[in-house]
């Protein structure tokens, strides 16, 4: 089968490999739909090493065609319509058992990321405790999403404990914080969008933001203030990922107001006493979901009725891999998603 993978300096290749075969508790999956992730962009722009050989993307979503000889009837059968929790531990510790494999104390794997095949391919092959069934009312693309950014967004949303009366601002409107955009309005919030690029503002305000702000026109903080009297927001997310979205998101959280980071790797420096303690401002850290967590947010899709595919904006076959990581390089767009069936 043909696989894309990253070779580093925004260089991509659709190569050759063998199609996958199950171990004994592993499943093969026909991928019906496979999202690109806006961290997919830190693979494609590192440093080139022409090592690379493992088939990406991390946000699976297909039917199974294949079982491995130990594989329960209660885990997976063949023609089941499934996402996959994209991540692998050891089973037995703590973390794995309540469905945070990422955070295995043995060390995880996490399928796409050059510890294991990923999804950006016809076939795939996973552990079967991975799966995660996918309601009959939702598509594999919507899958796709909940497989990682928007299922992100939603267990962002459930950490800060958002209310319908509260208002929420979100810095950055890629995958990730349009979805949380999205969420945020269909849980009641008064939504503020921050984000640099028009044509994302735009989405934002498709998606149910109240208001957007462009930080490179005018003071986001102070923005922020003059749409909530002068308070600051209740919650913020950020999902961004750079130093001065960081700064802001802290600076512009009311008093006794929570902001999470959302968005990997950086830095960020704060002043403690006026920027946090005297304010009383809780400060969290975000990463995915929880196997269960991914399950709740395909049922909050699901009875919300919300119209998930509407994130993406492009949609792509496998040979069309190099032009589709070069829009996303832009960081203008929507989500974009591989069709390989």
């Given at each position: 089968?043909?696989?894309?993978?990253?070779?580093?300096?925004?260089?991509?290749?659709?190569?050759?490999?063998?199609?996958?075969?199950?171990?004994?508790?592993?499943?093969?999956?026909?991928?019906?739909?496979?999202?690109?992730?806006?961290?997919?962009?830190?693979?494609?722009?590192?440093?080139?090493?022409?090592?690379?050989?493992?088939?990406?993307?991390?946000?699976?979503?297909?039917?199974?065609?294949?079982?491995?000889?130990?594989?329960?009837?209660?885990?997976?059968?063949?023609?089941?319509?499934?996402?996959?929790?994209?991540?692998?531990?050891?089973?037995?510790?703590?973390?794995c058992k309540s469905g945070w494999s990422q955070l295995c104390d043995e060390g995880r794997i996490t399928y796409g990321s050059g510890m294991g095949h990923g999804a950006h391919a016809r076939y795939m092959c996973v552990a079967s405790h991975t799966l995660v069934p996918l309601l009959d009312d939702l598509t594999f693309?919507?899958?796709?999403?909940?497989?990682?950014?928007?299922?992100?967004?939603?267990?962002?949303?459930?950490?800060?404990?958002?209310?319908?009366?509260?208002?929420?601002?979100?810095?950055?409107?890629?995958?990730?914080?349009?979805?949380?955009?999205?969420?945020?309005?269909?849980?009641?919030?008064?939504?503020?969008?921050?984000?640099?690029?028009?044509?994302?503002?735009?989405?934002?305000?498709?998606?149910?933001?109240?208001?957007?702000?462009?930080?490179?026109?005018?003071?986001?903080?102070?923005?922020?203030?003059?749409?909530?009297?002068?308070?600051?927001?209740?919650?913020?997310?950020?999902?961004?990922?750079?130093?001065?979205?960081?700064?802001?998101?802290?600076?512009?959280?009311?008093?006794?107001?929570?902001?999470?980071?959302?968005?990997?790797?950086?830095?960020?420096?704060?002043?403690?006493?006026?920027?946090?303690?005297?304010?009383?401002?809780?400060?969290?850290?975000?990463?995915?979901?929880?196997?269960?967590?991914?399950?709740?947010?395909?049922?909050?899709?699901?009875?919300?009725?919300?119209?998930?595919?509407?994130?993406?904006?492009?949609?792509?076959?496998?040979?069309?891999?190099?032009?589709?990581?070069?829009?996303?390089?832009?960081?203008?767009?929507?989500?974009?998603?591989?069709?390989?069936?």
């Open positions: 089968m043909q696989g894309i993978t990253f070779l580093g300096n925004r260089q991509v290749e659709l190569r050759e490999f063998a199609d996958p075969t199950p171990g004994p508790r592993d499943v093969i999956l026909e991928i019906k739909a496979s999202g690109m992730c806006g961290t997919d962009l830190h693979a494609y722009r590192r440093e080139f090493t022409g090592t690379e050989h493992f088939v990406a993307g991390h946000e699976p979503c297909g039917v199974v065609v294949e079982l491995g000889k130990h594989v329960a009837d209660s885990e997976a059968k063949i023609g089941d319509r499934v996402m996959v929790h994209h991540y692998d531990g050891c089973g037995n510790c703590r973390h693309t919507t899958g796709a999403a909940i497989s990682c950014g928007t299922g992100t967004a939603y267990g962002a949303l459930k950490r800060i404990g958002l209310e319908g009366d509260e208002t929420l601002a979100v810095f950055g409107q890629g995958p990730v914080g349009l979805s949380t955009t999205q969420f945020g309005a269909a849980m009641g919030a008064r939504v503020i969008a921050i984000e640099t690029s028009p044509e994302r503002r735009e989405l934002a305000l498709e998606k149910g933001a109240h208001a957007v702000i462009d930080p490179s026109d005018v003071d986001p903080i102070q923005a922020i203030k003059d749409l909530t009297h002068g308070e600051g927001a209740h919650k913020v997310i950020e999902t961004a990922g750079v130093a001065q979205a960081r700064q802001a998101a802290v600076k512009g959280t009311r008093v006794w107001g929570t902001a999470c980071f959302v968005a990997s790797g950086g830095e960020v420096t704060l002043d403690v006493g006026p920027d946090l303690t005297f304010r009383q401002v809780t400060v969290l850290g975000h990463w995915t979901f929880s196997k269960n967590g991914q399950a709740d947010c395909a049922r909050f899709v699901s009875d919300r009725k919300i119209d998930v595919d509407s994130v993406f904006t492009h949609e792509f076959q496998l040979e069309q891999a190099e032009e589709a990581y070069q829009l996303l390089d832009q960081q203008k767009t929507g989500k974009g998603v591989f069709l390989p069936s």
